[in-house]
């Protein structure tokens, strides 16, 4: 199947919504040999004063991003890089949105790249990822 992808600056990529629970943080604390117990642990958040609720792993809240990404390019195999920086925590009964925009596109690489602007936001709207990931387009329209 060959996607076609309209890129220009300030394209937005489609928003997905995201609700973040329990069981998946306890899976990736397994397969990421993750030994924090604020991802599993009530307890240990309480006494980390962080509230009462379990905390989402950074790298999941970047796996948000990029499935946001991905559902707009059509191929994982797109992305060709990704900076990003944590801005809040998610826990376990947040309602988020991921997103993000075209900031540039770069034509003179075959296939076109562009580099978008991301985000990973809370339902009140406070962004708690941001950075860019950069995208071959699957068809540049060239």
Not at 53 to 76: D, E, F, K
């Amino acid at each position: 199947m060959t996607v076609t992808v309209t890129a220009e600056f300030g394209t937005e990529i489609p928003p997905i919504q995201v609700h973040v629970e329990s069981a998946p943080m306890k899976v990736f604390t397994l397969i990421t040999d993750d030994p924090n117990p604020i991802h599993w642990d009530p307890d240990a958040v309480r006494a980390a004063g962080l509230g009462d609720r379990v905390i989402n792993q950074g790298g999941l809240n970047v796996g948000y991003v990029l499935n946001a990404v991905t559902a707009w390019t059509g191929s994982r195999a797109s992305i060709i890089g990704t900076k990003v920086r944590f801005l809040g925590n998610a826990f376990a009964g947040d309602d988020l949105v991921a997103g993000g925009a075209v900031a540039s596109i770069d034509h003179s690489t075959t296939p076109s790249t562009a580099t978008l602007n991301v985000w990973l936001r809370h339902e009140d709207g406070a962004d708690l990822l941001a950075g860019t990931v950069t995208v071959r387009l699957p068809d540049s329209g060239k």
